[in-house]
């Protein structure tokens, strides 16, 4: 049902996983070890997103449109065991956030259609524009665009747009 995606390990070997969407029900497999409570976090209002490999989940992202017109990416987070250089599996974030952009073309409306809106952590913007190609807009909002978006697609999700609306 969801998204075929491929998980990359610290030896580059692939495993194929899903991107499918988080239900309230996926709470109870997110355990105290994750940076945010997902628990407070989960509301009907927003759109959840979950990679699933090995009936665990790897990664969680939350859109919550912010007005008619687009949704922002409001909280992007991987499995405690997939954090930082010793993770289990190394592009999970990549996954994520390419998907959040995939959102962006489906969710967001008129000229907004395309664009990721965040906002970061003030030492993570530099990381976001480096790995990312985000833009700073505004203080600590930062936008993906939808040029750099379609390339985050295609080469994280292996999944092609075509300009047509």
């Avoid at 030896?11 to 945010?36: G, H, R, T």
Wanted: include cysteine; hydrophobic fraction near 40%.
């Amino acid at each position: 049902m969801g998204v075929q995606i491929r998980l990359k390990n610290r030896q580059n070997k692939e495993f194929v996983a899903q991107i499918e969407q988080f239900l309230k029900s996926d709470l109870k497999l997110v355990s105290k070890e994750w940076k945010f409570n997902w628990k407070q976090l989960f509301n009907s209002e927003a759109q959840f997103y979950k990679i699933v490999f090995e009936e665990a989940i790897q990664g969680i992202i939350k859109l919550e449109e912010e007005n008619s017109a687009y949704y922002v990416l409001m909280n992007i987070e991987v499995a405690p065991w997939n954090f930082g250089s010793k993770g289990k599996y190394k592009n999970v974030a990549e996954i994520l956030m390419s998907y959040a952009c995939l959102k962006s073309f489906e969710l967001n409306k008129g000229n907004y259609r395309g664009f990721l809106v965040f906002t970061s952590k003030g030492s993570l913007i530099e990381y976001y524009q480096k790995k990312y190609k985000a833009e700073l807009i505004f203080r600590e909002r930062m936008i993906i665009s939808p040029e750099v978006g379609k390339q985050l697609i295609m080469s994280n999700l292996n999944i092609e747009l075509n300009d047509e609306e």
